[in-house]
């Protein structure tokens, strides 16, 4: 099976900007979560997305938003891109919940 | 909500010696405990994983042991090689299918040949 995939994996973007980022889940895979991975905070969870439906919210901004659609890909949105936005984005499938599987991750760079 | 802490945040140990990690969570719900290894430049991977239902799994050079009463799991790798150098991270949530891990903030472990 393939992995997870995520585009794109780089990304430099200005302040007040706003990027779209995209996951493609394993085949057969429901639910996709995504988080923010920086230096010293390890992997904070954004949200989760379970058949099209928004699962769970952690505690960001509502800049921060995503979707998914019926064929499981999902993408995160953010807009008034601020500098502290700069991370790492990860992806993770599954198929409820449980083990994750995780992509390579979305470098976003705020300028 | 679940509380995930995660200690060290570094550690180094030569060669061929043991390396533990320790996690304490705070919500007792919580009965499923993942363990993901992120070596630089790479994505996070499970590599054990443990369930309330036992107290300790094994695979190879890597055990995970959990307590419970003390809400506390630990990672030990034995017999430690280069590739072991990598971040850890711990993590936890409730098997219910509803509710997100939670992640520690990881431990950088790096083995000195």
Redesign the interface.
Known sequence: KAG?TQTPRYLIKTRGQQVTLSCSPISGHRSV?W?QQTP??????LF?YFSETQ??K?NFPGRFSGRQFSNSRSEMNVSTLELGDSALY?CASSL??????????TRLTVL | GENVE?HPSTLSVQEGDSAVIKCTYSDSASN?F?W?KQELG?????II?IRSNVGEKKDQRIAVTLNKTAKHFSLHITETQPEDSAVY?CAA?P????????????TRLSVIA
């Open positions: 997870v979560s988080y010293g905070q390890g992997l904070q969870f989760e699962r769970n952690g990860l409820g919940q449980g083990d994750q599987y995780f992509g390579p991750g | 995660q499923y993942p993901y790479k994505r996070p991977q499970l994983d991270f949530s098997d219910s299918g509803n509710t997100p891990l939670v992640f520690g903030k990881g």
